[in-house]
Every structure is written in C-alpha cells, then in structure tokens.
C-alpha cells in the first residue's frame, strides 16, 4: 500500500522557519517529480514547489528566495524547508506524487 505521511507542520512567528518532511513507502518514487501544495481556506490548492527526478525545482513566485525544496531518494523522502515565513503563508501543506496525496500537515504563521 502506498502512503506519503507529512510531517513537521505547526506555529511559527513570521519571520520563522518550518521544515516539511514527506516519507514515501509502498514503492519507490526516485524515478517521479515530488510536489508540495498548500491549501488556504476558502482558497484552491495550489502548487508551492516541485522537484524532479533529475533535482531540477520550480518554485511558485510567491516562494521564491524563501523556501527550498529537496528529495533524499535512499530513504523516499522529499523536504520543504521554508524560511522568512509570512502570514499569508498559513494552510495545509500536502506532499504529492504520480497519483498519491498525503494527509496534509497545518502550518501556521502568526503575525
């Protein structure tokens, strides 16, 4: 069975940092893009990060400079780590690839 579980989501203080983890099982994702998309209230989900098989990354411009994206294929887990993080940053991040969705994990930016 096959399961991306989140994890490193919480409340920060703008300005702070957060780092997302995505641990992927059931099957091996090296070969995939892996992608991080946030979902606010009210909001549609939308494309923060992505990172191919080959490392390269694309980043939504509202991201850019803040927040990096990685993957370490020996152990089938993407990051996203996120710095000078803002208010408007506040949603659930949900990692992605091929078919699967994880659960989402809530981060929270206070102002």
């Known amino acids: 069975q096959v399961q991306l579980v989140e994890s490193g989501g919480g409340l920060v203080q703008a300005g702070g940092s957060l780092r997302l983890s995505c641990a992927a099982s059931?099957?091996?994702?090296?070969?995939?893009?892996m992608g991080w998309f946030r979902q606010a209230p009210g909001k549609q989900r939308e494309l923060v990060a992505a990172?191919?098989?080959?490392?390269?990354?694309t980043y939504a411009d509202s991201v850019k400079g803040r927040f990096t994206i990685s993957r370490d294929n020996a152990k089938n887990t993407a990051y996203l780590q996120m710095n000078s993080l803002k208010p408007e940053d506040t949603a659930v991040y949900y990692c992605?690839?091929?078919?699967?969705w994880g659960q989402g994990t809530q981060v929270t930016v206070s102002s």
């Open positions: 990172i191919s098989s080959d490392g390269s990354t």
């Open positions: 992605n690839t091929i078919i699967y």
């Open positions: 059931g099957r091996t994702f090296s070969s995939y893009t």
